[in-house]
């Protein structure tokens, strides 16, 4: 039996209905909004502490013969710092779900370790057994 063809609007649609793309999306979105953040943190705290301790701040002017490289530099302590953030954020979430995980498996294994309680057919004969020892007394 032959593959039906699928139409370019059906395949857009299967497409994005995947949970993949919509973590991507989520992710993305995220993530913009998280690089504003990290964006102002870094002109309204890092810049000033780089300028009190090397003088300036703005590496728009700084160039290497006639290339521009400031924009390049700003550009990587951008990076180098979501980077950071971003590593702390996983980092601490990774013990804290490995924390959660160990105590489920502890609580699993506790609950493995209890004895099983004697089926009925176990009590049954438990009871036949001590009856019988009573009545040969």
């Known amino acids: 039996m032959a593959e039906e063809k699928k139409g370019f609007v059906a395949e857009f649609k299967e497409f994005i209905a995947r949970g993949n793309v919509m973590d991507m999306a989520v992710g993305v979105v995220v993530g913009g ?23 300036q701040a703005d590496f728009s002017s700084v160039t290497v013969g006639i290339f521009p490289i400031g924009t390049l530099i700003s550009a990587i302590i951008n990076f180098l710092l979501i980077s950071l953030v971003v590593f702390t954020m996983v980092r601490t ?11 489920e498996e502890a609580v699993e294994e506790v609950v493995e370790e ?24």
Request: charged letters at 20%.
């Open 114 to 137: 209890a004895p099983a309680a004697p089926t009925e057919a176990e009590l049954l004969a438990e009871i036949r057994d001590l009856l019988i020892a009573n009545n040969t007394k």
């Open 33 to 55: 909004a998280f690089t504003a953040i990290v964006n102002a943190l870094i002109e309204s705290i890092i810049n000033p502490i780089i300028t009190l301790i090397a003088g």
């Open 93 to 103: 979430l990774n013990k804290v779900k490995d924390k959660t995980s160990k105590k």
